[in-house]
């Protein structure tokens, strides 16, 4: 079946660690996306990548980072640097941008303890 | 540029009565419109979509929408609420040219929908 698969479900981060998020597709979408949502906040974009071997930030970048080496996944690494990490994060792919719409994955839980 | 704005963070109805969650957007060119919707620690699932055709559009599980240009709305609708409805919804508007390579998504806040037994 076709899908966007993130993983793990959950993810527990100590201070000052780096931590990556994976997310998978077989949609065959050029685009991908990466969102973090709080409590009554909604999504925020992160990062997205129209193509491989190229991403832009979003909204948020600061303290995450990503690659796009292969059309089919973009990790999302959370870096130190991210002073308030724990949150929900949902990967998204579309066939372009603009005006079509995004497949989610599950999601992955992070917390940092 | 682009927004969406919900007009209610929570709606409460009563299973069996009509569901009405409140979308307006903003839009410089001819937008694309989505309603999705997302269970408890889940992902984001489509339930219905705008893309310049009919202006009331049918999605999934009974919901639909419709597009009013002239107020600039996208309320999503249901006739007759069941318990499994509650979760939280999302307006999302999307720019069929978004020039400036922009993500061409952007999502309101989120209406929590609570089904009363």
């Known amino acids: 079946d076709g899908g966007i698969t993130q993983s793990p479900k959950y993810l527990f981060r100590k201070e000052g660690q780096n931590v990556t998020l994976s997310c998978e597709q077989n949609l065959n979408h050029d685009a991908m996306y990466w969102y973090r949502q709080d409590p009554g906040q909604g999504l925020r974009l992160i990062y997205y990548?129209?193509?491989?071997?190229?991403?832009q930030k979003g909204d948020i970048a600061e303290g995450y980072s990503v690659s796009r080496e292969k059309k089919e996944s973009f990790p999302l690494t959370v870096t130190s640097a991210q002073k308030n990490p724990t949150a929900f994060y949902l990967c998204?792919?579309?066939?372009?941008?603009?005006?079509?719409?995004?497949?989610f994955g599950q999601g992955t839980r992070l917390t940092v303890v | 540029a682009q927004s969406v704005t919900q007009l209610d963070s929570h709606v409460s109805v009563s299973e069996g009565t009509p569901v009405l969650l409140r979308c307006n957007y903003s839009s410089s060119y001819s937008p694309s419109l989505f309603w999705y919707v997302q269970h408890p620690n889940k992902g984001l699932q489509l339930l219905l979509k705008?893309?310049?055709?009919?202006?009331l559009v049918k999605g999934i599980n009974g919901f639909e929408a419709e597009f009013k240009k002239s107020e600039t709305s996208f309320h999503l609708t249901k006739p007759s609420a069941h318990m499994s409805d509650a979760a939280e919804y999302f307006c999302?508007?999307?720019?069929?040219?978004?020039?400036?390579?922009?993500?061409?998504?952007?999502f309101g806040k989120g209406t929590h929908l609570i089904i009363q037994p």
């Open positions: 998204a792919s579309s066939y372009g941008t603009g005006g079509t719409e995004a497949f």
């Open positions: 705008y893309t310049s055709a009919a202006t």
């Open positions: 999302v508007v999307s720019e069929r040219y978004s020039g400036g390579g922009a993500d061409g998504l952007t």
């Open positions: 990548s129209q193509i491989v071997n190229d991403f």
